[in-house]
Nanobody, 121 residues
């Protein structure tokens, strides 16, 4: 069974930095896209950043230039380096991984349990 486990959340002052990590286990296949989402209290979950298996990245406008997504050397790992944090970045951050089977065309979509990031003003 595939599991994604996030770590690295915490409390930081505005202007500070945090680094989130996500490790995927239980899959013999490498994920295609890995991404980070976040959900603030009372708001819908929103996409933050994505990285493809080839290393292409894309970011939400709200975090572009401040956050960096990268894939680790180990298979199925992804990190999110967050700099210049703002109070509005406060949310639960979720790791997401997708893989499309070349044999069946089915897309598998996996989520972590989330890690809390709190930015104080």
């Amino acid at each position: 069974q595939v599991q994604l486990v996030e770590s690295g959340g915490g409390l930081v002052q505005a202007g500070g930095s945090l680094r989130l990590s996500c490790v995927g286990t239980g899959s013999i296949f490498s994920f295609d896209n890995m991404a980070w989402y976040r959900q603030a209290p009372g708001k819908q979950r929103e996409w933050v950043a994505v990285i493809s298996s080839g290393g292409s990245t894309n970011y939400a406008d709200s975090v572009r230039g401040r956050f960096t997504i990268s894939r680790g050397n180990a298979k199925n790992t992804v990190t999110l380096q967050m700099n210049s944090l703002k109070p509005e970045d406060t949310a639960v951050y979720y790791c997401n991984a997708k893989r499309t089977s070349g044999a069946t065309g089915r897309t598998y979509d996996h989520w972590g349990q989330g890690t809390q990031v709190t930015v104080s003003s």
